[in-house]
């Protein structure tokens, strides 16, 4: 899974994740921040408690 975002894309990312700390939305969008960080979805599956199709519906 590769995801690229841009840095603009990388910023608003980061300002919605600090809104969304107590919200569902949190996870998803640090999903795809470790997703563009080359991270792979299995690895953040185990550090997130979620399976890894999860990971992928988030993508």
């Known amino acids: ?8 894309e990388r910023q ?3 300002q919605l994740q600090k809104q969304q700390r107590d919200d569902a939305g ?3 969008v640090t999903v795809i921040l ?3 960080k080359g991270r792979s979805a299995g ?6 408690g ?3 199709g999860t990971v992928y519906r988030y993508e």
């Open 26 to 28: 949190y996870v998803k």
């Open 34 to 36: 470790l997703l563009d």
């Open 43 to 48: 690895s953040i599956a185990d550090d997130l």
């Open 1 to 8: 899974m590769n995801v690229t975002l841009t840095e603009a």
């Open 12 to 14: 608003h990312l980061r």
């Open 50 to 52: 979620l399976d890894d």
